[in-house]
């Protein structure tokens, strides 16, 4: 067996220190390759608009899409188009779809990023015919592409007589301020209700935010729902669901309440309210037992066009008493704490209202107003502030002090509002409460005076009675002759402590009653010299006992 000698081994190793510097410069290099990036070149911007699919009908929303390709991913692009009579047009969102890739050739790395923004847009068609929206300029900074114009025949969808659509409001003037029950209610056949694949429906005079104020009724027997498109998007409303009967045939009801509130005064007119139903005419089932639609077909209902006719409450002949609400049956209660007082003492007076009405805005008159006389009673603040409860009513404290003892009760308060069904002011007037309002008691000097002259002859006379001794019985004792007390003359100190002229009131003075009263013994010298001469009496001790302990030998 042949051996290798030390310089062969010499030669190898360096050849392998050779291959492996090699290959080290070559890694570097191609990783030095792939951390260059190819710049990107310039990119052009692009877009196009796209309809959904037709037919379109009246009321019905169709859906349009702008997609634009080369803008930056921030901020979002606006948009400008120019309104179309008889169609509306609601811009429903704008957002950026990002797609890149990383492509590597001969060590070089290529980066490409697509930023596409997507644009989406409702267009509803409230009569037929056809209609041409645009073009649609988008700009985003100093980049700005142009979109053609978009074009749509709309037709009109057929009526059915077997369904109907109400929007019912009370049928008189409307008032401002007043709460006003709506009820949208959509009335289709049995029949029919079975075969129902979509819907949707239009309020006109939900879109009135400007002018009305809208609040969705709570109701624990909703059971149902009905989508409503509106001019901010289309939303899901809860909805009763009940059978009743319209010229004899069996319907079913679908009722969405709210309540309106006008916010000003005017005349609006609104277009009739519409449903449009998409009817299955041939379905079949799944697996699972669904009716699923495969034909259908469009109808829709509509309401009457209404008029609402919104007025102030008048200012003539408005009491004072005006608690500033419009509405229906308001109630006031009083109650107080107490009914024994002194002229001068705070009492509470609770106020509850009720009433078919805005209670939130509900503010009682100022005292005199509500009815509490200034001779008699003095009221703090004036007026008071109420706090809704869950019992539908709102409570008012009122806090009144009787300024002579010739008051009696507390008088009828009387609030009064405007009736919107009457078209009137109305008032309501609270039950009186009995009060007995006693004199305040005034301690003068010479009660004081009295009240220790007593106080002495009981003490002196009481220790000058004889005391009966034990085993004498209470009868021997009640055959002896009682002597009258001696009249026992008052000290003349007391007597002049307590003159007339005496200042026996409370005093008022913050510093007085502040003042803490010291005693030598609480001083800061005397604190010392205690301290002082406890450590002392230590140190003594210690030595003392340190005395006693030596060895008296050492000592010696």
């Given at each position: 067996m042949s051996s290798i000698g030390p310089q062969s081994m010499k030669r190898q190793a360096v050849a392998t220190m050779l291959i492996l510097w090699c290959c080290l410069c070559v890694t570097t290099h191609a990783f030095a390759q792939t951390l260059s990036v190819q710049a990107p070149g310039p990119r052009t911007t692009t877009a196009q608009a796209r309809l959904s699919p037709g037919p379109y009908y009246v009321g019905v929303p169709v859906q349009l899409q702008l997609?634009?390709?080369?803008?930056?991913?921030?901020?979002?692009?606006?948009?400008?188009?120019?309104?179309?009579?008889?169609?509306?047009?609601?811009?429903?969102?704008?957002?950026?779809?990002v797609s890149s890739s990383v492509h590597i050739t001969n060590g070089k790395v290529q980066r490409w990023k697509e930023v596409r923004h997507s644009i989406r847009y409702e267009m509803t068609a409230t009569r037929p015919g056809e209609f041409v929206v645009g073009p649609f300029a988008i700009t985003q900074g100093s980049k700005r592409i142009e979109v053609g114009k978009a074009t749509f025949r709309v037709g009109d969808v057929p009526s059915s007589e077997t369904q109907l659509f109400k929007v019912v409001l009370p049928e008189r003037t409307l008032w401002v301020g007043e709460r006003i029950p709506v009820a949208v209610e959509w009335w289709v056949s049995r029949e029919m209700g079975q075969n129902i694949a979509g819907r949707r429906a239009r309020v006109p005079l939900f879109d009135q935010v400007d002018r009305l104020r809208f609040e969705d009724r709570e109701d624990a027997q909703a059971r149902a729902s009905l989508v409503i498109d509106l001019n901010s998007g289309t939303k899901e409303f809860s909805a009763t669901l009940r059978e009743d009967q319209y010229d004899g045939n069996p319907y079913f009801v679908v009722t969405v309440n709210r309540e309106m509130t006008p916010l000003s005064a005017g005349r609006i007119d609104l277009p009739p309210a519409s449903i449009f139903v998409q009817e299955a005419t041939r379905v079949r089932q799944n697996v699972f037992g669904k009716r699923i639609p495969m034909e259908v077909r469009r109808t829709k209902a509509e309401s009457e066009p209404m008029s609402l006719d919104i007025r102030e409450p008048p200012t003539s002949g408005r009491p004072v008493s005006f608690a500033g609400v419009v509405g229906r049956g308001f109630s006031i209660a009083a109650s107080v704490e107490r009914s024994v007082v002194n002229v001068g003492d705070p009492i509470t007076i609770r106020i509850t209202v009720r009433g078919d009405g805005p209670l939130d805005t509900l503010a009682l008159p100022n005292a005199v107003n509500l009815g509490l006389?200034?001779?008699?009673?003095?009221?703090?603040?004036?007026?008071?502030?109420?706090?809704?409860?869950?019992?539908?009513?709102?409570?008012?404290n009122l806090t009144a002090r009787p300024l002579h003892t010739t008051v009696t009760a507390v008088p009828e308060l009387m609030i009064s509002w405007f009736d919107s069904e009457k078209g009137r002011f109305e008032s309501a007037r609270s039950n009186p409460i009995a009060l007995s309002v006693?004199?305040?008691?005034?301690?003068?000097?010479?009660?004081v005076v009295a009240n220790r002259l007593k106080e002495d002859a009981h003490n002196i006379t009481s220790a000058r009675s004889p005391r009966p001794s034990p085993g004498t019985s209470s009868a021997s004792s009640s055959g002896q002759s009682k002597r009258s007390p001696t009249p026992v003359q008052p000290r003349q100190s007391d007597v002049n402590d307590l003159s007339p002229f005496s200042d026996v009131s409370i005093t008022t003075d913050i510093a007085t009653l502040t003042a803490e009263r010291r005693h030598f013994l609480a001083s800061t010298m005397a604190q010392v010299v205690g301290y002082g001469a406890c450590v002392l009496l230590i140190v003594f001790g210690y030595w003392w006992r340190a005395r006693r302990a030596r060895d008296p030998q050492s000592v010696s």
């Open positions: 997609s634009v390709a080369g803008f930056e991913e921030t901020p979002d692009p606006t948009v400008e188009v120019d309104s179309v009579d008889g169609v509306n047009l609601r811009l429903v969102a704008v957002s950026p779809r006389k200034a001779s008699d009673f003095k009221v703090a603040g004036g007026q008071a502030t109420g706090i809704l409860t869950s019992d539908d009513s709102k409570q008012f006693r004199a305040a008691e005034v301690v003068g000097s010479e009660s």
